[in-house]
């Protein structure tokens, strides 16, 4: 605030600059929405590595192609995915989840699956009697009445992955505190939970014998998802809406819930509506039976795409359509050779590009190669890709030198009839980044004073993010007036929108087009002489 000045001396005020940097979002967080071992449901979880992946959701599943999805993104490039798990219970009197009794104590796995069959579980008291005596004090003096003869510790097996869990000096007293033994497995377990019954946990009225064992019964892997269940419900946050709980997606992968399966054309819809409403971007995959005759694949593709698409005109911005799938060898089953849906690995792909040179940069070309693929189920000629690539179908192909390899970079709305302004994904990706971008750095003007001061340092943090775009080539032009402009002032926001609280910001920019196609022209020189 300005000094007020009351004896006479040298005052020192800092000024602010008016400087609000605008920080560039990620631009290839990757969602996937299906079928997985274990997991919470319905909760967008993070993993940054095939590690995370396979410790929170179980792994690989041989029944379940996201799995393989996930393998393939972090196998081409994928730092960063969220997992959302659906379930659908096999009755509406059950849950999925595993019971494990362990004497007086009704524990249960941590979530729905087989895998908590595989539980088993062992309580004993403390070894070391004076260490629990001293324990024991210590949360006496804290004002929790817990006695030396309360305690007990709980050791949980995961017969499945190997896995031991060991949670120590334990108690089921009411007061019992911080080591109550729900609240303890609550925060520290990823296996097991006290059973809860209406809302209140199933607390045994005393401590459990020493020795008591027990293992998981009754837990279920559910039933087969339907539409539905992908799409979920807004108000509730379930199925892909789920991911309205987290902070940012760019990129959502819904794999087919069985091999050989394939999405309903509803929940593509619905899903590339939730992209544009989020500023994200949908990869579709291919059906399995396109793969069917894989000498006319190309023309049966063609003709099922223009005259029954997966998806209308009207959110196929915000979506691509990839093809043909991959085949590879399948640890699970003996490495024999199997097909496996490309959207993991288009992910990754992206993810990997978006690194290396920028998402301005199609993701798409000799340094989108697809790795963990040993081949594809059709290969494409290029008289084949040239059926393809015109109505906005993203080809696979097998190159001499290079294997497998993205060779496409349009949108669903890339067909040549439409000249959309949203063709090419790069050029989608890329508005969709400065939107996200500027949506998040410009939260700070929210009721400023809608005036020309505001307005120019609007101009400024705007244009200086621009700028920086601009330096690392994610434009056209030769100079910055030819590459975007950033406009705030009287113009663009009248006193009429002053008076509604409106400020209107108009941000441009000239896009990069990817090279589709290089033509060279040869010409022979005759000597004359």
Same mark, same amino acid.
């Given at each position: 605030?300005?000094?007020?000045?009351?004896?006479?001396?040298?005052?020192?005020?800092?000024?602010?600059?008016?400087?609000?940097?605008?920080?560039?979002?990620?631009?290839?967080?990757?969602?996937?929405?299906?079928?997985?071992?274990?997991?919470?449901?319905?909760?967008?979880?993070?993993?940054?590595?095939?590690?995370?992946?396979?410790?929170?959701?179980?792994?690989?599943?041989?029944?379940?192609?996201?799995?393989?999805?996930?393998?393939?993104?972090?196998?081409?490039?994928?730092?960063?995915?969220?997992?959302?798990r659906l379930f659908k219970p096999a009755s509406e009197n059950s849950t999925g989840i595993a019971a494990v009794m362990t004497g007086t104590l009704n524990l249960e796995a941590a979530s729905p699956g087989e895998w908590g069959n595989k539980l088993a579980t062992e309580l004993t008291h403390p070894e070391d009697l004076t260490m629990a005596a001293e324990f024991a004090n210590q949360m006496v003096s804290q004002g929790i009445p817990i006695a030396a003869?309360?305690?007990?510790?709980?050791?949980?097996?995961?017969?499945?992955?190997?896995?031991?869990?060991?949670?120590?000096?334990?108690?089921?007293?009411?007061?019992?505190?911080?080591?109550?033994?729900?609240?303890?497995?609550?925060?520290?377990?990823?296996?097991? #939970? +006290? !059973?809860?019954? /209406?809302?209140?946990? =199933?607390?045994?009225?005393?401590?459990?014998?020493?020795?008591?064992?027990?293992? @998981?019964?009754?837990?279920?892997?559910?039933?087969?998802?339907?539409?539905?269940?992908?799409?979920?419900?807004?108000?509730?946050?379930?199925?892909?809406?789920?991911?309205?709980?987290?902070?940012?997606?760019?990129?959502?992968?819904?794999?087919?819930?069985?091999?050989?399966?394939?999405?309903?054309?509803?929940?593509?819809?619905?899903?590339?509506?939730?992209?544009?409403?989020?500023?994200?971007?949908?990869?579709?995959?291919?059906?399995?039976?396109?793969?069917?005759?894989?000498?006319?694949?190309?023309?049966?593709?063609?003709?099922?795409?223009?005259?029954?698409?997966?998806?209308?005109?009207?959110?196929?911005?915000?979506?691509?359509?990839?093809?043909? #799938? +991959? !085949?590879?060898? /399948?640890?699970?089953? =003996?490495?024999?050779?199997?097909?496996?849906?490309?959207?993991?690995?288009?992910? @990754?792909?992206?993810?990997?590009?978006?690194?290396?040179?920028?998402?301005?940069?199609?993701?798409?070309?000799?340094?989108?190669?697809?790795?963990?693929?040993?081949?594809?189920?059709?290969?494409?000629?290029?008289?084949?890709?040239?059926?393809?690539?015109?109505?906005?179908?993203?080809?696979?192909?097998?190159?001499?030198?290079?294997?497998?390899?993205?060779?496409?970079?349009?949108?669903?709305?890339?067909?040549?009839?439409?000249?959309?302004?949203?063709?090419?994904?790069?050029?989608?990706?890329?508005?969709?980044?400065?939107?996200?971008?500027?949506?998040?750095?410009?939260?700070?003007?929210?009721?400023?004073?809608?005036?020309?001061?505001?307005?120019?340092?609007? !101009?400024?943090?705007?244009?200086?993010?621009?700028?920086?775009?601009?330096?690392?080539?994610?434009?056209?032009?030769?100079?910055?007036?030819?590459?975007?402009f950033v406009k705030c002032d009287s113009e663009t926001t009248t006193q009429d929108d002053i008076n509604r609280g409106i400020v209107n910001i108009v941000v441009g920019f000239a896009p990069l087009q990817p090279a589709e196609f290089v033509i060279i022209q040869i010409q022979q020189i005759r000597n004359a002489s």
């Amino acid at each position: 605030m300005p000094i007020q000045p009351t004896y006479p001396g040298v005052y020192i005020e800092e000024i602010a600059s008016g400087v609000r940097t605008i920080a560039s979002v990620s631009t290839s967080v990757t969602a996937f929405v299906g079928r997985a071992k274990r997991g919470l449901i319905n909760q967008p979880i993070t993993c940054f590595s095939r590690g995370d992946f396979n410790r929170l959701f179980g792994g690989l599943w041989a029944d379940r192609p996201l799995t393989y999805c996930v393998e393939d993104f972090f196998a081409n490039g994928g730092t960063e995915m969220i997992m959302i798990r659906l379930f659908k219970p096999a009755s509406e009197n059950s849950t999925g989840i595993a019971a494990v009794m362990t004497g007086t104590l009704n524990l249960e796995a941590a979530s729905p699956g087989e895998w908590g069959n595989k539980l088993a579980t062992e309580l004993t008291h403390p070894e070391d009697l004076t260490m629990a005596a001293e324990f024991a004090n210590q949360m006496v003096s804290q004002g929790i009445p817990i006695a030396a003869d309360d305690l007990f510790d709980l050791t949980v097996i995961d017969n499945g992955t190997g896995s031991i869990e060991v949670h120590r000096n334990l108690v089921v007293n009411v007061d019992g505190g911080p080591r109550r033994v729900d609240r303890v497995l609550e925060t520290s377990s990823n296996l097991v #939970r +006290l !059973r809860v019954i /209406d809302g209140e946990p =199933d607390l045994p009225p005393g401590r459990p014998f020493d020795g008591s064992v027990g293992g @998981g019964v009754n837990g279920s892997d559910g039933e087969s998802l339907l539409a539905e269940d992908y799409i979920g419900l807004e108000d509730a946050k379930t199925g892909f809406h789920a991911l309205l709980k987290a902070d940012i997606f760019n990129l959502l992968c819904i794999p087919p819930d069985a091999r050989g399966g394939m999405v309903d054309t509803s929940v593509w819809e619905a899903a590339a509506e939730f992209c544009r409403k989020r500023r994200a971007f949908l990869i579709i995959d291919p059906p399995a039976d396109w793969d069917a005759n894989p000498d006319m694949a190309a023309q049966g593709v063609k003709d099922e795409q223009q005259n029954s698409p997966l998806i209308t005109l009207t959110n196929a911005a915000h979506a691509a359509l990839y093809f043909p #799938r +991959l !085949r590879k060898r /399948d640890p699970l089953r =003996d490495y024999q050779m199997d097909s496996f849906v490309p959207s993991g690995a288009i992910a @990754g792909i992206m993810a990997r590009i978006d690194s290396n040179r920028g998402v301005w940069k199609a993701p798409a070309g000799t340094e989108a190669t697809i790795s963990g693929a040993d081949e594809l189920t059709v290969k494409l000629t290029d008289e084949e890709n040239g059926i393809l690539n015109p109505i906005g179908v993203n080809c696979l192909r097998t190159f001499r030198g290079l294997g497998r390899v993205v060779w496409g970079a349009r949108t669903l709305r890339g067909s040549d009839q439409l000249s959309d302004d949203y063709k090419y994904i790069p050029v989608r990706r890329l508005a969709l980044f400065i939107e996200e971008s500027l949506f998040r750095g410009t939260q700070w003007v929210v009721f400023e004073p809608n005036d020309e001061p505001l307005w120019a340092q609007i !101009r400024m943090n705007v244009g200086a993010f621009m700028q920086r775009l601009f330096r690392r080539g994610a434009f056209q032009g030769s100079n910055p007036r030819e590459a975007y402009f950033v406009k705030c002032d009287s113009e663009t926001t009248t006193q009429d929108d002053i008076n509604r609280g409106i400020v209107n910001i108009v941000v441009g920019f000239a896009p990069l087009q990817p090279a589709e196609f290089v033509i060279i022209q040869i010409q022979q020189i005759r000597n004359a002489s």
